[in-house]
């Protein structure tokens, strides 16, 4: 009896789709090893990142204009785990996470660019 109930449990249940699973799953299961999840306020972005889903990669750069204008890459490839009107939630690592703090923290301008899929 056991037996045929699982079966039928088995064969009963409809499938779900690997998007379906992730869904169900938590912020921190759906996070790589050793990555963490860090919440960036639109606020701190110069420049808005239009259309940015859940699983879209993305760069940020720093910048500070003026007499000594400076450009640099401080995170690249960055997968955007959730986004709203106030936030970006990034999957980061250990330095990324620090330069992103330290160029905010430094008062320089992050710009956000969306990478092509393509």
């Keep these: 009896m056991l037996v045929l109930s699982i079966g039928s449990a088995v064969v009963a249940s409809p499938s ?12 921190a299961q759906r ?6 999840a860090l919440a960036v306020p639109i606020a701190w972005l110069a420049a808005p990142l239009a259309e940015v889903r859940g699983g879209d990669s993305v760069d940020l750069l720093a910048v500070r204009s003026g007499d000594r204008p400076l450009a640099i890459a401080i995170a690249a490839d960055l997968r955007v785990m959730g ?6 939630v990034f999957e980061v690592d250990e330095g990324s996470a620090t330069a992103i703090a330290t160029a905010h923290a430094s008062g320089l301008l992050i710009v956000p660019l969306l ?3 393509h």
């Design 16 to 27: 779900r789709s690997p998007d379906e699973i992730a869904a169900t799953r938590s912020l």
């Design 31 to 36: 996070l790589s090893i050793s990555t963490w």
């Design 83 to 88: 986004a709203d009107e106030r936030a970006v």
């Design 115 to 117: 990478r092509s899929t």
